[in-house]
């Protein structure tokens, strides 16, 4: 990946930061552009329990309904400059729910208190913003863990432990839905049911669905004694939670076969040949079988979460990725391992993360937590943003043997004074599927589509799209459509006609300012602000990666002045 350079009279502080930003990317640069990959999650988990992600305010009044829509949409804002196209949203908390729904109460999250209607429906209003700005809203599942029994007594009659006593058992303070009672898969696939029925949610994410830690004393010998059929008692917890996984999954596909089912399971599957555990995997410790999952076929995706470094990370993301069985794996990478009480972690570590699980194969990375990447907690936010520069899409299911849809039809455009319209017909979507959506490219020459470059617009709903510059670089246009299970169609090209090019240049000499205190910003083709400064006469772009790009100039109070689009 190249990094660009802005040419200006900087003050020291200025100087100082943005030398400490080159070298934080410095370990950017072995990624060659052509190695960029055009499909790979960007995913974050955002935490809804305990108010720590979304939402930050609680709806007293019904003024504050527009205050916590609001916050989701600045950080829904935010998410997308740094291209991330996968959102896990924590759906279901502890035994309740974000959402309207007949089976379990509203979480006090959203209100402060058990049971109470916010006042609209904080899942639908998720979606629909998700969408809107090209991402997946995946619904996250806290599937066996009901909360301490203070938390649990707040749902009064709709308390599981009163309305299901034989699913529900209490293990030091905490009460859990209970896996070793067959009934218990069948109730979670309900929910799962209940919410793929409902919404066009894009995937269902399964977490904790695993036994407590280290439960030795975990008290189910009666269920095992009913239902271990000679099995030991770890192979007969290992295969409850194997029944749930397959129920659900299983529950899923035969609503909605693209809806995407996921988990998470702890970070290491099991001890490797040539390194330990540690006493803390998914197989022993927890009876998780998630590798064992994928080979049966029973998950369409992988989120290990492996919140640790060194050889701790590194051998046991790649046992990950060696056994995916043609699925996606996208590691769980901590964040908030920055923090100091969570290990204090250089920000390069976790980008040295990022791009190893690239170059090794997975299938891109999810974020833990939402908040402490977008903290910018030292500096890690611009590592971030510098590994992931260019949109990308979320990895389609290929094993569901689906044909690609057809490309759309009648793709043309329109110049109207600064502004290219261009406009296609819909492609209809067949057995049941949500509308299709499409992906449309641009270049100066004709058009690759194979890798990120060249993106112009990700995941739009609309069949139309609007490009505004009076002298636009780009000549070539290509456009496909992708059904849900994320399978593009051909392409279809267009090429306007007689219009002049501007070639990239390497350096702009604008007019002295005619406004005190105007100013610069430098775009890519999807929008995201490359460079936000002062006002020069003399304007130096260089080491650009291809693409379009725009150069705005404003006013003291934005207001754009004058656009210089330019293509690299």
Same mark, same amino acid.
């Given at each position: 990946?190249?990094?660009?350079?802005?040419?200006?009279?900087?003050?020291?502080?200025?100087?100082?930061?943005?030398?400490?930003?080159?070298?934080?990317?410095?370990?950017?640069?072995?990624?060659?552009?052509?190695?960029?990959?055009?499909?790979?999650?960007?995913?974050?988990?955002?935490?809804?329990?305990?108010?720590?992600?979304?939402?930050?305010?609680?709806?007293?009044?019904?003024?504050?309904?527009?205050?916590?829509?609001?916050?989701?949409?600045?950080?829904?804002?935010?998410?997308?400059?740094?291209?991330?196209?996968?959102?896990?949203?924590?759906?279901?908390?502890?035994?309740?729910?974000?959402?309207?729904?007949?089976?379990?109460?509203?979480?006090?999250?959203?209100?402060?208190?058990?049971?109470?209607?916010?006042?609209?429906?904080?899942?639908?209003?998720?979606?629909?913003?998700?969408?809107?700005?090209?991402?997946?809203?995946?619904?996250?599942?806290?599937?066996?863990?009901?909360?301490?029994?203070?938390?649990?007594?707040?749902?009064?009659?709709?308390?599981?432990?009163?309305?299901?006593?034989?699913?529900?058992?209490?293990?030091?303070?905490?009460?859990?839905?209970?896996?070793?009672?067959?009934?218990?898969?069948?109730?979670?696939?309900?929910?799962?049911?209940?919410?793929?029925?409902?919404?066009?949610?894009?995937?269902?994410?399964?977490?904790?669905?695993?036994?407590?830690?280290?439960?030795?004393?975990?008290?189910?010998?009666?269920?095992? #004694?009913?239902?271990? $059929?000679? +099995?030991?008692?770890? %192979?007969?917890?290992? /295969?409850?939670?194997? =029944?749930?996984?397959?129920? *659900?999954?299983?529950?899923?596909?035969?609503?909605?076969?693209?809806? #995407?089912?996921?988990? $998470?399971? +702890?970070?290491?599957? %099991?001890?490797?040949? /040539?390194?330990?555990? =540690?006493?803390?995997?998914? *197989?022993?410790?927890?009876?998780?079988?998630?590798?064992?999952?994928? #080979?049966?076929?029973?998950?369409?995706?992988?989120?290990?979460?492996?919140?640790?470094?060194?050889?701790?990370?590194?051998?046991?993301?790649?046992?990950?990725?060696?056994?995916?069985?043609?699925?996606?794996?996208?590691?769980?990478?901590?964040?908030?391992?920055?923090?100091?009480?969570?290990?204090?972690?250089?920000?390069?570590?976790?980008?040295?993360?990022?791009?190893?699980?690239?170059?090794?194969?997975?299938?891109?990375?999810?974020?833990?937590?939402?908040?402490?990447?977008?903290?910018?907690?030292?500096?890690?936010?611009?590592?971030?943003?510098?590994?992931?520069?260019?949109?990308?899409?979320?990895?389609?299911?290929?094993?569901?043997?689906?044909?690609?849809?057809?490309?759309?039809?009648?793709?043309?455009?329109?110049?109207?004074?600064?502004?290219?319209?261009?406009?296609?017909?819909?492609?209809?979507?067949?057995?049941?599927?949500?509308?299709?959506?499409?992906?449309?490219?641009?270049?100066?020459?004709?058009?690759?589509?194979?890798?990120?470059?060249?993106?112009?617009?990700?995941?739009?709903?609309?069949?139309?799209?609007?490009?505004?510059?009076?002298?636009?670089?780009?000549?070539?246009?290509?456009?496909?459509?992708?059904?849900?299970?994320?399978?593009?169609?051909?392409?279809?090209?267009?090429?306007?006609?007689?219009?002049?090019?501007?070639?990239?240049?390497?350096?702009?000499?604008?007019?002295?300012?005619?406004?005190?205190?105007?100013?610069?910003?430098?775009?890519?083709?999807?929008?995201?602000?490359?460079?936000?400064?002062?006002?020069?006469?003399?304007?130096?772009?260089?080491?650009?990666?291809?693409?379009?790009?725009?150069?705005?100039?404003?006013?003291?109070?934005?207001?754009?002045?004058?656009?210089?689009?330019?293509?690299?």
């Amino acid at each position: 990946m190249s990094t660009f350079v802005i040419f200006f009279n900087m003050s020291k502080f200025r100087y100082i930061f943005f030398l400490y930003f080159i070298l934080c990317v410095t370990f950017v640069q072995a990624q060659k552009p052509a190695a960029l990959p055009k499909y790979e999650y960007r995913a974050v988990w955002v935490t809804t329990i305990e108010n720590l992600d979304w939402p930050r305010t609680q709806i007293k009044k019904s003024s504050d309904i527009a205050v916590q829509q609001r916050e989701l949409i600045v950080l829904l804002d935010s998410l997308k400059t740094l291209n991330v196209n996968c959102v896990m949203l924590q759906t279901r908390v502890r035994g309740d729910v974000i959402y309207p729904s007949k089976i379990e109460p509203f979480s006090k999250v959203l209100t402060g208190v058990s049971g109470r209607d916010p006042g609209y429906d904080p899942l639908a209003f998720a979606i629909e913003e998700c969408h809107k700005r090209g991402m997946q809203l995946h619904a996250w599942v806290v599937t066996l863990p009901l909360g301490d029994i203070k938390h649990v007594a707040s749902h009064r009659g709709k308390a599981l432990n009163k309305l299901f006593p034989q699913l529900c058992r209490v293990y030091n303070g905490n009460w859990y839905m209970e896996a070793g009672e067959p009934a218990t898969a069948d109730y979670l696939a309900r929910l799962a049911e209940e919410m793929v029925s409902n919404y066009e949610l894009d995937g269902i994410h399964l977490d904790y669905i695993r036994y407590p830690d280290k439960p030795s004393k975990y008290p189910d010998g009666y269920l095992f #004694r009913k239902y271990g $059929a000679g +099995l030991s008692r770890a %192979d007969w917890r290992r /295969a409850n939670i194997t =029944r749930i996984m397959r129920e *659900v999954y299983n529950k899923v596909k035969s609503v909605k076969p693209w809806v #995407r089912v996921s988990c $998470a399971p +702890l970070g290491k599957n %099991d001890d490797l040949t /040539a390194y330990s555990s =540690r006493g803390y995997n998914a *197989v022993r410790t927890v009876y998780q079988e998630p590798q064992r999952w994928l #080979r049966e076929g029973i998950v369409d995706a992988i989120f290990p979460m492996i919140y640790f470094s060194g050889n701790d990370f590194y051998p046991f993301m790649r046992d990950w990725e060696e056994n995916s069985c043609g699925r996606h794996i996208v590691p769980g990478i901590g964040a908030y391992r920055l923090l100091p009480e969570y290990g204090d972690w250089e920000p390069l570590e976790v980008g040295r993360q990022l791009v190893t699980s690239r170059s090794s194969g997975t299938d891109g990375t999810i974020m833990f937590r939402l908040r402490h990447l977008l903290d910018n907690i030292k500096g890690f936010y611009y590592i971030y943003r510098s590994i992931y520069a260019t949109p990308s899409l979320v990895p389609p299911m290929t094993w569901c043997g689906k044909e690609a849809p057809d490309a759309p039809k009648n793709f043309s455009g329109v110049r109207v004074g600064d502004t290219l319209h261009l406009k296609w017909d819909r492609v209809e979507p067949v057995d049941g599927m949500p509308a299709l959506y499409y992906n449309l490219y641009a270049s100066d020459k004709p058009v690759d589509i194979t890798g990120p470059r060249n993106f112009m617009g990700v995941m739009l709903h609309d069949n139309r799209y609007s490009w505004v510059g009076s002298k636009l670089a780009t000549m070539y246009w290509a456009l496909t459509a992708v059904d849900a299970y994320g399978i593009e169609s051909e392409v279809v090209r267009w090429e306007e006609p007689g219009h002049e090019q501007q070639l990239f240049r390497e350096e702009f000499l604008l007019p002295k300012p005619a406004v005190w205190g105007m100013r610069i910003v430098l775009k890519d083709a999807v929008g995201a602000v490359l460079y936000n400064g002062k006002y020069r006469t003399r304007v130096g772009v260089r080491g650009l990666p291809p693409g379009c790009y725009m150069l705005e100039i404003l006013s003291r109070d934005g207001v754009v002045l004058d656009r210089l689009p330019f293509v690299r």
